[in-house]
């Protein structure tokens, strides 16, 4: 049997970006002893109802992401409707906003951010290519399409991540502390 199993990894501007939103929204409303990256000693003002507005958020542009491939196009044209549903609105919290954005930006385009975070998983992706190519083959089963894996550098928390057909977004601590876990949580793309 030929394998034509296709994998690919990607790492979104947009839900990257939307992870350290919720990260800082975290370190406000829980103990200091245990801060999630970025860590700011400032206090940015959320909108009321935060939780479930970035769950909305969350999933909206999750579905544009994935059914038109336009993460760059959100995460630079659309940059407002983060500050809009999330935000309060001020001159104060604006400024504050385009801060946080302008400091994730520099970030993640660093080697530090997106670049340090895609290599990171070089190993363990290959390894769970082999793996999910060597499951397809002893069950005699042919992939629909590529399986699209989307890369976050912190767990979601505020919102569901999707693993539906052919698609995960995961983060990236799932490939080195609970690789056990992953594994199958992959495979349910597959149906």
């Known amino acids: 049997m030929e394998n034509s199993f296709e994998m690919e990894t990607d790492t979104s501007?947009?839900?990257?970006?939307?992870?350290?939103?919720?990260?800082?929204?975290?370190?406000?409303?829980r103990k200091k002893d245990e801060p999630r990256f970025p860590y700011l000693s400032t206090k940015v003002v959320f909108k009321e109802g935060?939780?479930?507005?970035?769950?909305?958020?969350?999933?909206?542009?999750?579905?544009?992401i994935f059914s038109s491939n336009?993460?760059?196009?959100?995460?630079?044209?659309?940059?407002?409707?983060?500050?809009?549903?999330?935000?309060?609105?001020?001159?104060?919290?604006?400024?504050?906003?385009?801060?946080?954005?302008?400091?994730?930006?520099?970030?993640?385009?660093?080697f530090a951010g997106r670049f340090s975070m895609e290599r990171s998983i070089d190993e363990t992706g290959h390894t769970l290519y082999v793996d999910l190519s060597n499951w397809l083959m002893q069950r005699g089963e042919t992939p629909q399409k590529r399986l699209h894996i989307s890369l976050i550098y912190d767990e979601c928390v505020l919102a569901?991540?999707?693993?539906s057909s052919y698609l995960a977004v995961i983060p990236i601590r799932d490939?080195?502390?609970?690789?056990?876990?992953?594994?199958?949580?992959?495979?349910?793309?597959?149906?």
Request: glycine letters at 2%.
């Open 13 to 29: 501007f947009t839900l990257n970006f939307l992870i350290y939103i919720q990260n800082m929204y975290l370190n406000q409303i």
């Open 50 to 64: 935060f939780e479930i507005k970035y769950r909305e958020l969350w999933n909206e542009v999750s579905q544009k």
């Open 70 to 110: 336009n993460d760059m196009k959100i995460f630079y044209e659309d940059k407002d409707l983060f500050y809009l549903k999330l935000f309060e609105n001020s001159p104060d919290n604006l400024k504050s906003f385009n801060e946080v954005y302008k400091a994730f930006r520099v970030w993640w385009g660093s």
């Open 160 to 163: 569901d991540t999707p693993v």
């Open 175 to 191: 490939f080195f502390i609970n690789y056990k876990e992953l594994v199958p949580r992959i495979r349910e793309c597959f149906y």
